[in-house]
């Protein structure tokens, strides 16, 4: 249904698509008509910046009460012995944390577990709520993955200078033992590497999270553009196979997004290893 209604008031199906997957200034509950309006763009400013909500920030909303009930359910009776959801929460953090994040960090990596656990789930849960019908995936928004990427990459440097100091974290960034004469050379291109690994986690999560919506949404406006229902069950076949592999998708590009931030951590932290 969402594909017909945008097919038949945009220009062509691939604007069709791109409806679904852009943010919006409304929230969707049956489309076309009947939607919740959003205020109107520079409605809300501060320090001439737009702090307008849009559809992709409403779902961020969501996924951090959605946590927070979630989390404040499970473990509102701690017990040494955990059962139910508690259980499955406590098997993803001490997994992460035997698995991922101490290996690639060091017993250090114990008191970043907060941030990195919050990334997971936030991510987690975002990439999630994007698979529900008439929802939106604000992980598959380039602005906040990049707004992700900045916290890590300020993450990595806080790590790093929490560790040896500013001086000594800044000269830890150019490898030991290069000659003089290439340090004019070394510096920048170094500086530019801190840079490409935040860069690289940004389009990494944005470009998987969209991909996927935009092959469902693609097998299903194959219908309208070949203008037969015999394709149907193919098209929809398809389309379920896609949405069923997002789900591990989801919960792997959490993992890959939270993985390669502690293992970035860890080079700064430990930049010898």
Known sequence: MGVAYAAGGEDNIGGAILHHVEDARKIEIWPPDIYIPLPPEGSIELLGIDFTPTKHL???????????????????KPSAVPSGMANAFEAIVVFLRDEVI??????DGKRYLPYLLSVFFFILTCNLIGLLPWSATATGNISV?????LISLFMVQLGGIREHGLVHHTMNL?????PFWLLPIMIPVEFLG??????????????????????????????????????????VGFALFINILEVF?????????????????????????
């Open 145 to 149: 993955t990049a707004g992700l990427a």
């Open 194 to 235: 801190q840079l490409t690994k935040p860069f690289a986690l940004c389009i990494r999560l944005f470009a998987n999270m969209t991909a996927g919506h935009l092959v469902i949404l693609s097998f299903l406006a194959l219908i309208f553009v070949m203008k037969t229902f015999v394709i149907a069950p193919v098209a």
């Open 58 to 76: 409403i779902v961020m909303w969501v996924a951090c009460l959605i946590l927070i009930l979630i989390f404040r359910q499970a473990f509102k």
């Open 249 to 273: 998708i989801a919960f792997l590009q959490a993992y890959i997004f939270t993985m390669l931030t502690s293992l970035f951590m860890g080079m700064s932290i430990h930049p010898e290893h």
């Open 174 to 178: 150019v490898p030991p033992g290069i």
């Open 102 to 107: 101490v290996p690639a960090m060091g017993e």
